[in-house]
């Protein structure tokens, strides 16, 4: 067992990511980064707000109850008097002993809406407080915010990523060196906010999709925006394709999203859409309610 970070105020008062289709690459995409795997894997359990526990036999959901620290150990909140924190207590210092799971979901109301499955295997122990110094603030608060029980690491020994029907292992000094994608935390954000107010750019987007895989498609819609661009999904009555549109150079934040999508905006000028984005009968996009400083994109 280990105290829950709130047992240090002192040090913490210091210190303060139908079967999918695979995605098509635009004309001159970049090529996918070698840690792209571990990329999604840190992104999907820093973003997840739910992750799977595997000891031996036995499975638990965990919901809201795990932070996944810098070095990449997954630090779970679990009660070491209920059967699971036992089952723990008997698997401490075992490698490979026990499983995480997430599901990584495209945050949009899609079919298809799985993007990703990341299982790690790893050895668990007890929460080395020692671990804090290593912390950033937003790390720290997230440990605040757990619920205030025995907390556990898990040191990843195996990593795999699932994605369109294929498995990747992932190193595991791939993984620690990797950092969630800059979006990852605020995508599902981003990709609202252009669907209810920004349907207009979608169309313009939408130019720059092939043709042939959008004249036969009911509409085209958002399913991702990261680091290196924006993937737009045409879907058909028999099955969607996602097309990654990249931006110009790689963002580092929400504050250069807006400047990396005018500048796919740029290259669709002059070209016509061959339809709206949005479904027959919906009501038209919401005013934008941004401050147009904030928000960033053209209206119109």
Not at 240 to 267: N, Q, Y
Request: net charge negative; glycine share 8%.
């Amino acid at each position: 067992m280990a105290l829950h970070p709130a047992g240090r105020p002192a040090e913490l008062a210091h210190a303060a990511g139908v079967d999918a289709t695979a995605e098509v690459p635009a004309a001159g995409a970049p090529e996918a980064s070698p840690d792209s795997n571990a990329v999604t894997a840190r992104s999907a359990l820093s973003t997840s707000s739910s992750i799977r526990l595997g000891v031996g036999d036995s499975t638990v959901d965990l919901l809201d109850s795990h932070v996944v620290l810098p070095d990449g150990q997954v630090v779970l909140a679990v009660d070491a008097m209920t059967r699971t924190g036992g089952l723990l207590v008997a698997a401490r210092g075992r490698p490979g002993a026990v499983r995480l799971d997430v599901t990584q979901l495209v945050p949009v109301a899609v079919r298809s809406r799985v993007r990703a499955k990341v299982s790690m295997r790893g050895t668990v122990g007890r929460f080395d407080p020692a671990s804090l110094d290593s912390c950033d603030g937003d790390t720290l608060l997230s440990l605040l915010d757990l619920p205030p029980v025995a907390l556990w690491a898990v040191e990843p020994a195996d990593v795999r990523v699932t994605s369109d029907n294929s498995e990747a292992t992932t190193s595991v000094t791939a993984y620690r060196a990797a950092r969630p994608d800059p979006l990852a935390a605020t995508e599902a954000v981003h990709l609202q906010h252009l669907s209810r107010h920004h349907r207009d750019v979608l169309d313009r987007l939408a130019t720059l999709v092939d043709p042939a895989l959008t004249a036969e498609s009911a509409r085209v819609v958002p399913v991702a925006v990261d680091t290196a661009g924006v993937v737009l999904r045409a879907e058909a009555l028999d099955g969607h394709a996602d097309v990654r549109l990249p931006f110009a150079k790689p963002i580092t934040g929400s504050a250069g999203l807006a400047e990396g999508l005018r500048t796919l905006l740029a290259t669709a000028a002059g070209r016509r859409p061959f339809r709206a984005t949005v479904d027959v009968g919906r009501p038209p996009a919401a005013s934008c309610d941004l401050p147009a400083a904030a928000c960033g994109l053209p209206t119109g």
